[in-house]
């Protein structure tokens, strides 16, 4: 376990390098009804190079006319995409099986899919849309026939129980640990009745079985929660199993708090919460409010994104350096882009780092680039009519060749039930 960390953050130079220096092409543009809508979440590929991902919205399903999708892009010999829907959400009476699903989803060894619904789930859930769920999609025996779908877990699920002690509204990516063990994150519920959960789901011969590792706002000062609250993301490992991970707000002494940094520590059984670091406000000078996951370097340096604050209040990027003895910070501009929601990608050689913004640029949200304390625009998107997409929020992935691909959220082909746009994925290369 780290003793001690200090906030470190890019300082901004120069915007750098001309916008469209970088090649953008559209993989897929969602149409809404039956395609999906509005793709939010990271996207995950396989070895071959198709690509996975969730949309909030769109699909088409007895129970639900739009609660979100699982789909695939099947990579062809020329180098189009085509899509399938692996799965359309509330196929079942009451949604039971989840609902608007936020986050994107993870592979096991097998080839099965994992993921997060934030509504849907069962009936003794006190919210009107169900608590959210974690489901598996387990690809079939034979090309061509439907995938699998199994749920493993519906939130909230002690009868009677209104705060959800065991979290609810799950908005976060899990991750596997070396043994098999699914991570994540609730926005909300936990034992201090808000606040949300870090969570593990560990496989038994009687199925999954929950055990929630920490709830926020367990340590409350005022009307503010010390230790962290409502975390968003999903979460990190070190190499020691040490957990990693961001809260949207809490942290601070004042009202609400911009949010914090904290590690989960296992020392006998007992998982222990350390705060890291604690953003004074939502809009302070060095960033607040924390939507985005961490990224962990060679080094053990910790990166993420706030999406407000900094010299602008459009939002920052951020480290955390165990060694540092300086405060730096990378502000955005609008120019240089606004309002991250996305942790970073960092690259192969942890020489730069990659990301997006949901607004800023042209006013549509850009891909960016940081290398060393320079900040350069990758592309800017144009929006809705164009084509090219329009408010990224999801993190970006890395093939081989060097290529990121990600998604937004709106732009894309206008439809009848998309006015700007149902979302697209997207390529963009060298």
Same mark, same amino acid.
């Given at each position: 376990?780290?003793?001690?960390?200090? #906030?470190? +953050?890019?300082?901004?130079?120069?915007?750098?390098?001309?916008? *469209?220096?970088?090649?953008?092409?559209?993989?897929?543009?969602?149409?809404?009804?039956?395609?999906?809508?509005?793709?939010?979440?990271?996207?995950?590929?396989?070895?071959?190079?198709?690509?996975?991902g969730?949309?909030?919205?769109?699909?088409?399903?007895p129970?639900?006319?739009g609660?979100?999708?699982?789909?695939?892009?099947?990579?062809n010999?020329?180098?189009?995409?085509?899509?399938s829907? #692996?799965?359309?959400?509330?196929?079942?009476?009451?949604?039971?099986?989840?609902?608007?699903?936020?986050?994107?989803?993870?592979?096991?060894?097998?080839?099965n899919l994992?993921?997060?619904?934030?509504?849907? @789930?069962?009936?003794?859930?006190?919210?009107?849309?169900?608590?959210?769920?974690?489901?598996?999609?387990?690809?079939?025996?034979?090309?061509?026939?439907?995938?699998?779908?199994? #749920?493993?877990y519906?939130?909230?699920?002690?009868? @009677? =129980?209104?705060a959800?002690?065991?979290?609810? =509204?799950?908005?976060? %990516?899990? =991750?596997?640990?070396?043994?098999?063990? #699914?991570?994540?994150?609730?926005?909300?519920? @936990?034992?201090?009745?808000?606040?949300?959960?870090?969570?593990?789901?560990?496989?038994?011969?009687?199925?999954w079985?929950?055990? /929630?590792?920490?709830?926020?706002?367990?340590q %409350? $000062?005022?009307?503010n929660?010390?230790?962290?609250?409502?975390?968003?993301?999903?979460?990190?490992? !070190?190499?020691?199993?040490?957990?990693?991970g961001?809260t949207?707000?809490? @942290?601070?002494?004042?009202?609400?708090?911009?949010?914090? /940094?904290?590690?989960l520590?296992?020392?006998?059984?007992?998982?222990?919460?350390?705060?890291?670091?604690?953003?004074?406000?939502?809009?302070?000078?060095?960033?607040?409010?924390?939507?985005?996951?961490?990224?962990?370097?060679a080094?053990?340096?910790?990166?993420?994104?706030?999406?407000?604050?900094?010299?602008?209040?459009l939002? +920052? /990027?951020?480290?955390?350096?165990? %060694?540092? =003895? $300086?405060?730096?910070?990378?502000?955005?501009?609008? /120019?240089?882009g606004?309002?991250?929601t996305?942790?970073?990608?960092? !690259?192969r050689?942890?020489?730069?780092?990659?990301?997006?913004?949901?607004?800023?640029?042209?006013?549509?949200?850009?891909?960016?680039?940081?290398t060393?304390?320079?900040?350069? +625009?990758?592309?800017?998107? $144009?929006?809705?009519?164009?084509? !090219?997409?329009?408010?990224?929020?999801?993190?970006?992935?890395?093939?081989?060749?060097?290529?990121?691909?990600?998604?937004?959220?709106?732009?894309?082909i206008?439809?009848? !039930?998309?006015?700007?746009?149902? *979302?697209?994925?997207?390529?963009?290369?060298?």
């Amino acid at each position: 376990m780290r003793t001690r960390l200090l #906030l470190t +953050v890019m300082v901004l130079v120069s915007c750098g390098g001309a916008v *469209g220096q970088a090649q953008e092409r559209v993989l897929y543009s969602f149409a809404g009804a039956s395609d999906g809508a509005s793709p939010i979440g990271k996207l995950v590929a396989d070895s071959t190079g198709n690509l996975y991902g969730t949309t909030s919205a769109g699909g088409s399903t007895p129970y639900c006319d739009g609660c979100g999708t699982v789909f695939e892009l099947s990579h062809n010999t020329d180098g189009t995409y085509t899509e399938s829907i #692996l799965y359309g959400f509330c196929e079942q009476a009451s949604c039971t099986d989840g609902g608007t699903p936020q986050a994107g989803l993870v592979f096991d060894a097998a080839g099965n899919l994992y993921g997060t619904t934030l509504e849907g @789930g069962g009936p003794q859930c006190n919210q009107g849309g169900g608590c959210g769920t974690v489901f598996e999609l387990s690809p079939p025996s034979r090309s061509g026939s439907p995938w699998s779908f199994t #749920l493993l877990y519906q939130f909230c699920q002690l009868p @009677g =129980q209104q705060a959800c002690p065991d979290g609810s =509204q799950p908005a976060s %990516k899990l =991750q596997f640990d070396s043994f098999g063990n #699914l991570y994540g994150t609730t926005s909300r519920g @936990g034992a201090n009745l808000v606040g949300g959960v870090v969570f593990e789901l560990s496989p038994s011969s009687n199925g999954w079985k929950e055990t /929630v590792l920490y709830s926020f706002c367990s340590q %409350k $000062n005022g009307g503010n929660c010390a230790d962290g609250s409502v975390p968003m993301a999903g979460v990190a490992f !070190d190499k020691s199993g040490n957990v990693y991970g961001t809260t949207e707000f809490g @942290g601070s002494n004042q009202y609400i708090g911009g949010g914090v /940094v904290y590690e989960l520590s296992n020392t006998k059984g007992a998982w222990k919460e350390s705060v890291l670091h604690a953003f004074a406000a939502q809009n302070g000078p060095k960033g607040g409010t924390l939507l985005g996951d961490v990224n962990l370097d060679a080094a053990g340096n910790l990166y993420s994104t706030a999406f407000q604050g900094g010299s602008a209040n459009l939002g +920052v /990027v951020f480290r955390l350096n165990d %060694k540092g =003895q $300086n405060e730096r910070f990378f502000s955005f501009d609008g /120019v240089s882009g606004a309002s991250p929601t996305a942790g970073v990608l960092i !690259d192969r050689e942890g020489n730069a780092l990659y990301g997006t913004t949901s607004a800023g640029g042209g006013g549509n949200g850009t891909v960016y680039k940081v290398t060393g304390t320079r900040e350069s +625009v990758i592309y800017s998107f $144009n929006g809705a009519g164009v084509g !090219d997409g329009s408010e990224p929020e999801g993190a970006l992935i890395l093939d081989q060749g060097g290529s990121l691909y990600g998604t937004t959220k709106a732009g894309g082909i206008v439809t009848s !039930d998309c006015d700007t746009g149902c *979302g697209t994925v997207f390529e963009i290369s060298k």
